[in-house]
């Protein structure tokens, strides 16, 4: 089946320092990428969608100079959380998906603490 | 406004038959999506369902009514690994995934 490989698991780093999280579809070429946030006991939230090759299209109230997305190539997206602060503290997870009327297929999530 | 509605939280018993229900309301219609997650893990893809009917796949069975704005999964045989949240996703004109808050499935020996 589809797999999408998210790295790294899991971050734990100081207030202030910046995180990449990267994203690939191993054996599908992924037209789309989803970035989520998901509170522990609460559904997921989506942060952002995007396309390779044009910018992510954010959803309200996520800032975008916050989360840097990049989808480079069709098999890579990274999201990177600058200057991160405890309230970023989250489980962020993508996925991705081959075509408009095709399954989204999750990658296993950053855990990501700031102190 | 966009919507989707599935039961917070569901008891069954290990070895029985356990139907999640979810309504939608979206802006087009273009499928609906249903995901198992456990705890502290990432959503995995259990079924879609663009046509109305039954989807069968193994001990998972999904169903949509397009005129009724309504899906259910239907597990049967329930194992103890089945314990998870399901969460129902309609995929709206856009082609966007509006998520519901997902169910919680506990199961009891």
């Known amino acids: 089946g589809a797999v999408v490989s998210q790295h790294p698991s899991r971050v734990i780093c100081k207030s202030g320092t910046s995180v990449k999280i990267e994203c690939r579809s191993l054996?599908?070429?992924?037209?789309?990428m989803f970035w989520y946030r998901q509170f522990p006991k609460k559904s997921l939230m989506l942060m952002a969608t995007?396309?390779?090759?044009?910018?992510?299209?954010?959803e309200q109230g996520v800032e975008k100079d916050k989360f840097l997305i990049n989808h480079a190539s069709l098999t890579l997206s990274t999201l990177t959380v600058t200057s991160a602060h405890p309230e970023d503290s989250s489980f962020y997870i993508c996925?991705?998906?081959?075509?408009?009327?095709?399954?989204?297929?999750f990658g296993d999530g950053t855990r990501l603490s700031i102190l | 406004g966009q919507n989707i509605d599935q039961p917070t939280e569901m008891t069954a018993t290990e070895g029985a038959i356990v139907q999640i229900n979810c309504t939608y309301q979206?802006?087009?219609?273009?499928?609906l999506f249903w995901y198992q997650q456990h705890a502290g893990e990432a959503p995995t893809f259990l079924s879609y369902?663009?046509l109305d009917g039954l989807e069968e796949k193994g001990r998972f069975s999904s169903f949509l009514s397009r005129s009724k704005g309504y899906s259910y999964l239907l597990l049967k045989e329930l194992q103890m690994k089945d314990s998870a949240s399901y969460l129902c996703?309609?995929?709206?004109?856009?082609?966007?995934?509006?998520w519901g808050a997902g169910t919680k499935l506990i199961i009891k020996p």
């Open positions: 054996d599908f070429q992924a037209t789309t």
């Open positions: 995007s396309n390779e090759g044009s910018k992510a299209t954010y």
């Open positions: 979206t802006s087009g219609f273009n499928g």
């Open positions: 996925s991705a998906r081959a075509g408009e009327y095709q399954p989204q297929h």
């Open positions: 996703a309609a995929m709206d004109s856009n082609y966007q995934l509006i």
């Open positions: 369902n663009v």
